[in-house]
């Protein structure tokens, strides 16, 4: 290749950029402010700020010495809680030490960093090294190889290369482990050619030499990029160099295989690796069995299955699920049947998800007699149903228009002690709706509210889609209302389902006074987005236009918008009456009755409610009427 430039290769840090840093430095400490917000905030503190809080309440032993045993003890904690995977809990002790006026020592630093990175909290890693900076201290290796590894992970190697190149200006070495996290930055910027050129790099060295773990970063990167001939070629020199590929380093090659269908290939990796003596694991065999389920080939799935069982590797629960579901995906129940006599032969018991698989293919496919069946026999194994096996039963209810026994399924739940989630809930009234019974769907819905679980969205547009389905527009409106008391926000979607309920009557005004509330709230939006991006100055000739546009779009399309006239009724209102009276429609009927109403603070859905003098109803509580308080609402019947 010639030799290492290691100017061409890794550029440094622009000037514009190290001035940026540099003002950073200047202006920041690392530390980020701890507030009450679930992340911890990446707010950061002024340093002067900070130097004058730890005088007034520090720590007099970490004020005389590098650091306290305080400092020692809760940094060894940390350390401990990186390496168990619970970053956050390690921050927090971070976060801790600051409160209680004790200064943090290098190591605690250093372990902050590498506990920001398993997060992938990137922004830190400047910020962290400006404190350090700004508190005197002098990184060493490990701090230089954690920087190192946060620029890598982030993909930004043209710091991650300058922190390098800076490292060995303050007289440390690179180690084998230094040159491992590099080639693994390059792979994950997708540039293998530079982990190539650091292989390269090190060979010159001769104090480090790669190992290991160093080809396989390397063939790793490869594979990335699904160049798996350069990653063989990495493999072969391997050898060479006297390092024999282990189990990973074939692992990763039969993942990139079976990721572009090649599973033939896949397989063929199987036999390299018998031939150089690296035993295969279950691992290995997922890998072939997932690609074959994948493509959809599930009988060469269950041959591979026999193949592992030739191969002394005992296919996991993973696996024997992967093939039921494949074998469920095509409606072969023979093929189910197979793949359970298999796991019984390998002494693999089902679980959960087994089951469910299995639930779903028979739900689907409108068996739900076959589908209770294999619910109970589940019980009777002494698994405990999940959520979504209640769920698949209850969809199957639904679909098979049985909405009382999905509802039985409800009261079956709560007696065994399990909560319905918002989705069983949902899917048990959407059953009613769809059977035109929205009393009973009303009344589910306020089960399901009297048992603390919040409805959701797509609870609120299953029952406005119900009421449309009944016609009873006005009702469907009625639950734009009960949603704000829900603090659920309505959606585009949401208004036109209430739209189209009132155009499905006939009552096209309503349906373009809706209409038009979506218009002016878009062009609310916007306004609100042009504020951010436009200067002040250049927003009053645009306002100007756009506010004479909504004038005449209110007075020419959209007749029914509320206007008020001197005694302060309505008169869109006053339309309204005109309309119904004329097409002879009974008061209880119309949306303007059920939303001029004042509502009881303890009334559930479905009770009827006196309708009190609409003038004084309007003046008093607006257009719509008082709701309840409580978790239930209420409509009128």
Excluded at 97 to 111: A, D, F, M, R, V
Excluded at 185 to 192: L, N, S, V
């Amino acid at each position: 290749m010639g030799e290492f430039d290691k100017e061409s290769a890794f550029p440094r840090t622009s000037k514009k950029n190290q001035a940026g840093t540099a003002t950073i430095k200047k202006r920041w400490v690392a530390l980020p402010v701890k507030e009450n917000n679930p992340d911890h905030m990446n707010q950061l503190r002024p340093a002067s700020e900070s130097m004058e809080f730890q005088r007034a309440i520090g720590c007099k032993f970490c004020m005389t010495k590098d650091s306290c045993r305080t400092v020692r003890s809760r940094t060894k904690l940390m350390n401990f809680l990186v390496e168990k995977g619970k970053p956050q809990e390690a921050e927090s002790i971070f976060y801790s030490l600051i409160e209680g006026g004790h200064k943090p020592s290098l190591i605690s630093y250093t372990t902050l960093l590498a506990a920001l990175t398993m997060q992938k909290r990137f922004d830190s890693i400047y910020p962290i090294i400006s404190q350090v900076e700004e508190n005197g201290m002098n990184p060493d290796s490990i701090f230089f190889n954690a920087v190192i590894n946060a620029f890598s992970e982030s993909g930004n190697m043209e710091s991650a290369m300058e922190t390098f190149w800076k490292m060995q200006e303050n007289g440390m070495k690179p180690t084998t482990s230094t040159y491992n996290t590099l080639i693994k930055g390059y792979g994950i910027a997708g540039k293998p050619e530079e982990s190539v050129k650091l292989l390269e790099l090190m060979s010159q060295e001769g104090n480090v030499k790669p190992n290991l773990r160093t080809y396989n970063v390397l063939v790793r990167a490869w594979c990335n990029k699904k160049r798996i001939t350069e990653a063989w070629n990495v493999v072969n020199k391997m050898i060479a160099s006297g390092i024999q590929p282990d189990v990973v380093t074939y692992n990763t090659i039969a993942t990139a295989y079976a990721q572009k269908g090649a599973l033939d290939q896949a397989e063929g990796v199987i036999l390299e690796m018998q031939n150089n003596g690296v035993q295969l694991n279950e691992r290995t065999c997922g890998i072939i069995m997932s690609g074959y389920c994948k493509e959809g080939r599930i009988r060469e799935a269950l041959r591979f299955a026999y193949r592992m069982k030739e191969l002394g590797i005992h296919p996991n629960l993973v696996i024997f699920n992967s093939l039921i579901k494949g074998f469920v995906a095509i409606m072969d129940r023979d093929g189910v049947d197979e793949v359970l006599n298999l796991m019984e032969e390998f002494g693999v018991k089902p679980d959960v998800i087994t089951f469910s698989t299995i639930m779903n293919a028979w739900s689907t496919a409108g068996f739900m007699e076959k589908c209770r069946e294999i619910f109970d026999d589940m019980v009777k194994a002494g698994i405990e149903p999940d959520a979504h096996a209640y769920s698949i039963l209850a969809k199957g209810y639904v679909r098979a228009q049985e909405p009382e026994k999905a509802e039985e399924l409800l009261t079956t739940m709560i007696k065994s002690g399990f909560q319905p989630n918002v989705v069983i809930f949902t899917t048990v009234i959407s059953g009613w709706c769809s059977a035109g019974k929205m009393d009973c769907a009303v009344r589910v819905f306020d089960m399901m509210c009297q048992r603390g679980i919040s409805p959701n969205l797509k609870t609120f547009e299953t029952l406005i889609w119900g009421f449309a389905e009944a016609r009873q527009p006005w009702k469907a409106e009625e639950i734009l209302q009960i949603m704000t008391e829900f603090e659920v926000q309505p959606e585009k979607s949401t208004m036109l389902l209430v739209a189209e309920a009132w155009r499905a009557t006939g009552m096209t005004k309503e349906a373009n006074r809706l209409h038009g509330m979506m218009n002016r709230k878009e062009m609310t939006s916007r306004k609100e987005a042009l504020e951010k991006e436009i200067p002040v100055g250049n927003l009053e000739k645009l306002y100007q236009k756009q506010t004479e546009g909504v004038l005449y779009s209110n007075i020419l399309q959209i007749p029914s918008t509320v206007t008020s006239d001197m005694k302060g009724s309505p008169a869109p209102l006053r339309k309204g009456r005109m309309l119904l009276r004329d097409a002879d429609f009974p008061v209880e009927c119309s949306w303007l009755a059920t939303g001029s109403m004042s509502l009881s603070h303890s009334c559930k859905f479905g009770l009827r409610l006196p309708i009190i003098c609409r003038k004084q109803s309007q003046a008093q509580h607006g257009l719509y009427g008082q709701l309840a308080q409580s978790c239930t609402a209420v409509f009128l019947n």
